[in-house]
């Protein structure tokens, strides 16, 4: 067992600061990494801010960040994929028993014993797992990943959540040339969801409240911009969609995106509000709509999206902040004021 540097919350009402936290020697299987940069989700705010108490309370302290990016700095004896120096990446999970049929499936994500990154049980050392925020991590093979060398780092961090979140349900709901797409909320997974449905090749309707960033969605990829607010914008859209992303963290009203969908279309929503949201069965049964969600995606297709944004040189719009920052981050990404991740600079955590 090693200390290792993190910024953690003592309580729902606490700024982040600097700490340390146990992490295990790396085992037969493990991967040590050196951690180099790690997005903001908005996630690590929901939760250590405990807004989701009612499905996951958060376990204090709390070292939140799923968006790692780091090189590997020791090896266990078993470990085949990686060597030391190498880059290598985590998202949201660090384990799963590997044995049920989501696990054989490859679809980890939805697993009955799957161990997030941070607030879950750590079958290691007891009390719950730390994430990112910090400057090492200890993570068996199986749960990291390669990526690919012409991406910037900082950039590519974001895409082991916000990257994989969006892609994932492209993917499942057929996000091709030909289909009209739908992207409500251009923050964090937002912006991605643009970059992936572009390179799919659909034609992307970006759904924002925020009219300053109608600019940016065009050059993020999208072929037409609305302002949700503006009723007449939001009514010339009815009909038409084959599938909406929903990205949104807040309360809204998700019946005018239902709406929006051509028979047999599907909103899926990966933003997660901390309040239930309202949904009248009409809009659903007129149209045999459907509404849905979708949680990350599993290791096979996170080194798959990795991969494609190899392929295709995307990465995240990212702001690099210091963790000196993190705090001034949250109340900025509350403001919908992030263009459009920050991405962690962790050498800014070797002075404290
Ligand atoms: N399903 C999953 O596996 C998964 C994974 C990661 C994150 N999440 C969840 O996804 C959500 C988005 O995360 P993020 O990191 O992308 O957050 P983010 O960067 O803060 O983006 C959220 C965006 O939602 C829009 N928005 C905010 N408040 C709104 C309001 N009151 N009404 C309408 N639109 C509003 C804003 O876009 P505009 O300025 O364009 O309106 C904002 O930029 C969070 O709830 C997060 O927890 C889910
Ligand atoms: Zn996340
Ligand atoms: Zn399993």
Redo the contacts with the bound molecule.
Sequence with gaps: MYQAKAYSARSAESRLAASTVARRDPNEHDVQIEILFCG????????VRNE?KGVMPTVYPCVPGHEIVGRVSKVGSGVTKFKAGDLAAVG?MVDSDRTCPECQAGLE?FCKNLTLTYNFPDKHLGGVTYGGYSDSLVVDERFALHVPANLNLAGAAPLL??G??TYSPMRHWGVTKGKKVGV?????????GVKFAHALGAHVV?????PG?KED?VRLGADEVVV?RNADEMKKQEGSFDFILD??????DIEAYIGMLRRDGNLT?????EKPLSVSAFGLIMGRRSLS?????GIPETQEMLDFCGAHNITSDVEVIPIQKINEAYER??K?D?K??FSIDMASLKGE
């Design positions: 903001v989700c908005h996630s690590d705010l929901h939760q989701w949201c994500q959540c916000a994989i979140t409500v909320g251009l923050g964090g997974l937002g912006h991605m970006v759904f924002t409240t925020s960033k969605a949700s990205a949104v963290s807040a309360d809204h929503l990966v933003g997660a509000p969600g979708s949680p990350i995606g990404l509350l919908s992030v459009y991740r």
